[in-house]
């Protein structure tokens, strides 16, 4: 007896493929696998706007923006509107690409910040993008850390483990 895959599988598989092509720096490969996957494969309205979103965040984290902007433009195109966060990323990164300022950085990612649906995890998503495309100097890194944490609004607002795993990992790597 043959049993369907549940979406949860479905799009298990396809994260795993992207993952294990983007880390091997195949990302032409990546690419045509996932509008293969998205054209052979029946999935419900919210698993298709899963596996867009996925694969954007995964395209942006391995530093393939031309790749996550095509897959955000074919996102559009079908009809769904990207999350907020993922937009706001985008057009950061899309400042950084076009005006290489650190100074226009910072001004993007300090209103970025002030919505209310940018937490820590978009905030590690737009680290790792940003780690990915570009060799940013550590102390643009402390700035993007101090504005962030003054966007919280908290005194004596802690980063968590995950993300300060992650700003280790950076700081490893840059200095």
Do not use: C
Not at 49 to 57: E, G, R
Not at 99 to 119: D, I, M, N, P, V
Not at 156 to 170: A, F
């Amino acid at each position: 007896m043959s049993t369907t895959p549940t979406p949860k599988t479905v799009l298990a598989h396809l994260v795993s493929s992207l993952r294990r092509q983007l880390a091997n720096d195949q990302h032409r490969g990546a690419l045509e696998f996932f509008y293969g996957f998205m054209k052979d494969t029946q999935l419900d309205s919210e698993s298709r706007f899963t596996a867009y979103v996925k694969s954007i965040t995964l395209f942006m984290i391995h530093g393939h923006l031309a790749d996550a902007y095509s897959i955000w433009g074919r996102m559009q195109a079908e009809g769904y509107i990207p999350p907020r966060q993922i937009q706001v990323t985008m057009a950061i990164m899309q400042t950084v690409a076009l005006e290489r300022s650190t100074k226009s950085l910072l001004k993007s990612a300090e209103q970025a910040f002030t919505l209310k649906s940018f937490g820590e995890e978009e905030f590690r998503t737009m680290l790792r993008t940003i780690f990915a495309l570009t060799r940013l100097h550590p102390s643009v890194y402390t700035s993007l850390i101090d504005l962030f944490i003054k966007s919280r609004g908290v005194e004596g607002y802690t980063l968590s483990r995950r993300t300060q795993t992650l700003l280790s990992h950076i700081s490893s790597r840059r200095n």
